[in-house]
């Protein structure tokens, strides 16, 4: 190689360095100016997300999982209700001859189940004992614990009782191991797997939770158990010298079809091998089981990413010969547009949406001839002078018989 050859490489090489010194300080000003996280994927960024809440000693929920303090730590799950978590409202009418009630808003049970009462392990022969997996739609947020769907099934069909397996901000992995590994254990008569758009993305894989993974087309679970909060603070390890701008390519060329996409793909993955487990475990135990579909909460409209999960959420479900009901279909039936009306703001469904929603499940169960057929009834959530909730229902083919379901009790008169 001659002189001119080896300058003019030497200066290529050079300016090389220099457009990645460039580019390393440019992205690294970017990441802190807008304080995002560098990662090369979401599951690197989940981890680095965990540790930085771990370490907000300024956080009184630093070690929850989650942001609330009903939340706990799982082995199996990495999430759990607290048990026996009682927060109710004390309010004293002093306009209705200053009465008080207790009004009910959080409470489990011993077994970490959202509910007003016990259960026991055993089943009892002279009830259908339901179990629902899901997450915020399930849990029943924004409405009173007697006004969630889940409730209002056992309200609905006779010697029932209905096990609110619920997490708010949970997705199908964590779903699916609460099937598993406490579901079960009460051996349910039926199982209601009630599945939500978000609830197949929010599956992708982090520290704090179980991770789900499919090889040899068989479904493993790692990281079991997987660190508390606590331990993440204490044993994580942030790396010590990282490139900002080679992370940050490999992240967007991992996710160049968009990150949601990437989400739903790896979901989709896991909820075809969850979905068989689920229905071969029903069989063998001689239950039941059937997938809700939740297409939407209050005043939302479906983008066109989650319409196409939906359609092929169905086409799956039809593929498997699994049997399944969907929100939509349920609301449409009974000419009901999910919203809020009350200025509330609720997201999710009113006290009259989580009934009829409730009504459409006992239905799908009643034309599948897994229980008998029971009443119908129209709904009417009314709110009070002193802002007391009631739902009426009304008998459907009698209309004097009429039901009213408060959310609290009264404790002095």
């Known amino acids: 190689m001659n002189k001119e050859l080896k300058i003019k490489f030497s200066l290529l090489c050079v300016s090389i360095i220099l457009m990645l010194i460039i580019g390393e300080v440019v992205i690294r000003f970017y990441y802190h100016a807008t304080d995002k996280i560098i990662a090369k994927d979401q599951e690197e960024l989940c981890a680095k997300g965990a540790y930085i809440k771990a370490a907000n000693v300024n956080d009184p929920n630093r070690y929850n999982p989650g942001d609330t303090t009903y939340l706990e730590y799982s082995n199996y799950t990495g999430i759990r209700p607290k048990a026996n978590w009682n927060v109710n409202y004390i ?33 009892n022969p002279n009830k259908t004992r339901i179990a629902i997996l899901g997450d915020s739609f399930t849990w029943g947020a924004d409405v009173s614990i007697k006004f969630s769907y889940v409730s209002m099934l056992e309200e609905l069909i006779p010697n029932s009782e209905v ?37 197949i993305a929010r599956a992708q894989p982090c520290i704090h939770k179980p991770k789900l993974i499919v090889k040899d087309n068989k479904l493993k679970i790692t990281n079991i158990p997987p660190p508390s909060y606590e331990e993440i603070y ?36 896991i909820l075809d091998l969850i979905l068989d487990e689920i229905k071969d475990k029903s069989k063998e135990d001689n239950t039941h089981f059937i997938v809700l579909i939740i297409d939407r909460g209050n005043d939302y409209i479906n983008t066109k990413v ?22 939509e279909s349920i609301f449409w039936k009974e000419n009901y547009i999910p919203t809020d009306n009350s200025n509330r703001t609720i997201g999710h469904f009113t006290p009259e949406g989580n009934s009829i929603l409730a009504q459409g499940i006992k239905n799908k169960l009643e034309d599948e001839h897994i229980i008998p057929k029971y009443k119908d009834y129209t709904f009417k959530w009314v709110i009070d002078y002193y802002g007391l909730d009631t739902l009426i229902l009304q008998n459907k083919q009698n209309s004097s018989d009429i039901i009213k379901i408060y959310p609290y009790e009264v404790i002095t008169s």
Do not use: C
């Not at 406490?182 to 051996?187: G, Q």
């Not at 204490?234 to 390519?249: D, F, M, R």
């Open 91 to 123: 309010v004293t009418l002093e306009n209705y001859s200053n009465k008080k009630i207790k009004y009910y808003i959080f409470n489990t049970n011993s077994k970490h189940i959202r509910g007003l009462k016990d259960i026991n392990y055993t089943k």
């Open 163 to 199: 096990l609110n397996f619920g997490i708010e901000g949970i997705g199908i992995d964590t779903m699916y191991l609460r099937w598993k590994y406490e579901a079960l254990k009460f051996s349910p008569d039926i199982v209601i797997f009630a599945i939500y758009t978000d609830n």
């Open 234 to 269: 204490k044993t994580y390890k942030e790396p010590k010298l990282e490139s900002y701008l080679i992370k940050h390519l490999l992240y967007n060329l991992k996710y160049v079809k968009g990150v949601s996409k990437t989400q739903y793909e790896y979901g989709f993955d």
């Open 306 to 327: 989650e319409l196409r999960v939906i359609e092929r959420l169905k086409n799956m479900l039809k593929q498997k010969n699994i049997k399944y009901i969907d929100s």
